[in-house]
């Protein structure tokens, strides 16, 4: 046996600073001393052998915490001639070592740990890297099983540093368990957030990676939707409850110009005929919905009611604004003329087209806002008929050539039942 002063210690400390079971840790440890064990043989080669990728798989490693110290140990067949002694024994030489009873083509176990001075500094040093990276996939593999059911939910996180313009916070599954670090890149940022260190928030968990990259595994967001989803149903008992349903949401966190605010509309809709859905999001004086504005530092947030028809619905999302009309021009291509007076066209569109921008995506709907006063209604129709016209398919006359004999058949009878249909009321 090879010893290892100290392993029950290194076990122990490791399993403490990683936030890893000492499972975990052992296996590492086995894993990381077996490639150094190839490192040795490989070393050791003066036969020169080709090592394919597999050849050392019939090798293991068996640590002994509680002595210190590893074996290694190889599975070899039971030959009559030995023709590689990695992975072969004459049976002669099992029969020697007391198996009597030893047949060919079984298998043995042996013990191939090499001396305590020959297993080398090269071996100890690759070792020592290996160990390190199997430590590494083993915290990424308990962090995706941790935070895989996660994706899509909201997490509490504190901030612990800044790399480039991203925010690295620490957030934990549940309570009791270890922090992970997460990264909170500059577009998922809110501009009016303050990332100090030790500050706590509500993030979305976006995504969990999979991939061997270096950096936190764990992507958070608080530009994302489901944020503003979340605290709503965390605030709003009847979403909770299914009362009332959040059916759309638009979000603008970062804007495109910094001269607009973030802002968010929110469509809500109940099948409870006593319920209104707008007012429950809302609040006695506005309580429930200023809780959701002031997690998400002074966010615009507009509620409207969700209508299956879409003229209503178009106009609801256009709130604050006063519609007089939506004119449905073309609902194959969702295109739509909305009309408002002219002292509401600047709230329609809203400050840079922010309003107008969240509502279509809201609706799904083009929206175009029209001055009511100067809108041309049989030019704008005539417009889009003209457009119609253009892309509808025309449909050549068919010639009677192109038809079979059955099509002919079928329009002979036609013929004698209208004849038959005609004598009847004559």
Aim: hydrophobic content about 35%; glycine content about 6%; overall charge negative.
């Amino acid at each position: 046996m090879v010893t290892l002063p100290g392993l029950k210690d290194l076990i122990e400390n490791i399993s403490r600073e990683r936030n890893l079971p000492r499972i975990a840790v052992q296996s590492a440890i086995r894993e990381a001393l077996l490639k150094g064990y190839e490192r040795y043989r490989r070393a050791q080669n003066l036969e020169r052998k080709q090592f394919d990728e597999d050849y050392f798989d019939n090798f293991d490693v068996q640590l002994d915490v509680d002595d210190e110290g590893f074996r290694v140990v190889a599975t070899k067949t039971i030959v009559e001639e030995v023709s590689n002694s990695d992975h072969e024994i004459a049976l002669q030489q099992v029969q020697d070592m007391g198996g009597d009873e030893a047949q060919l083509g079984q298998e043995v176990v042996l013990d191939v740990t090499p001396d305590q001075g020959e297993f080398g500094r090269m071996a100890a040093m690759q070792t020592k890297q290996v160990l390190a990276q199997k430590l590494r996939d083993q915290q990424r593999q308990m962090v995706q099983e941790e935070f895989q059911d996660l994706e899509g939910t909201v997490l509490q996180a504190r901030v612990l540093r800044f790399e480039r313009q991203s925010v690295i916070m620490a957030v934990s599954s549940s309570f009791g368990q270890p922090e992970v670090e997460a990264e909170l890149p500059k577009r998922e940022q809110l501009p009016n957030d303050n990332y100090r260190a030790n500050a706590t928030f509500k993030v979305y968990l976006k995504k969990v990676s999979q991939g061997q990259q270096r950096g936190p595994q764990l992507l958070v967001s608080r530009a994302d939707a489901g944020l503003v989803v979340y605290l709503f149903a965390n605030e709003v008992p009847e979403i909770e409850d299914e009362v009332v349903r959040i059916v759309a949401v638009a979000r603008e966190a970062n804007p495109p110009s910094r001269h607009v605010g973030p802002r968010t509309k929110i469509a809500v809709d109940t099948l409870d005929r006593d319920v209104d859905p707008v007012g429950a999001c809302i609040g006695a004086r506005g309580s429930r919905i200023q809780v959701v504005v002031n997690e998400l530092r002074g966010e615009k947030i507009d509620v409207i009611r969700w209508s299956p028809d879409p003229a209503t619905y178009i106009a609801n999302a256009l709130s604050p604004a006063r519609v007089d009309e939506v004119r449905l021009m073309d609902p194959e291509t969702r295109q739509t003329h909305v009309l408002v007076a002219e002292d509401q066209l600047s709230l329609a569109i809203g400050k840079e087209g922010q309003n107008v921008r969240l509502a279509a995506r809201l609706t799904g709907w083009k929206i175009d806002i029209k001055d009511k006063a100067k809108y041309d209604y049989a030019g704008e129709d005539a417009k889009f008929a003209a457009a119609r016209a253009k892309y509808t398919p025309e449909v050549d006359d068919l010639d009677e050539e192109e038809f079979d004999d059955e099509n002919q058949e079928e329009l002979l009878e036609e013929e004698i039942f209208e004849d038959n249909n005609n004598d009847d009321e004559e």
